[in-house]
């Protein structure tokens, strides 16, 4: 039993290294967007959060 639990552990801790090094090479999407593209999605978020915030209120 304890040599299973430590194939385990070992295994378990090499799976966390590898997912360290996928985090690691990831990206944030906004990271390959360009500044104006950032202004013009906030932008449409925006204007989405104020209609979905005047839909809300109408329907009170």
Do not use: C, P, W, Y
Not at 14 to 24: A, D, F, T, V, W
Not at 31 to 51: D, F, M, N, T, Y
Request: glycine residues 4%; charged residues 40%; without cysteine.
């Amino acid at each position: 039993m304890k040599g299973q639990i430590e194939e385990l552990e070992e295994e378990n801790s090499q799976l966390k290294s590898k997912l360290r090094e996928i985090e690691e090479g990831q990206t944030d999407i906004f990271s390959e967007v360009s500044e104006s593209e950032r202004l013009a999605i906030r932008h449409q978020v925006l204007g989405l959060i104020s209609k979905i915030d005047n839909h809300l209120e109408d329907n009170r």
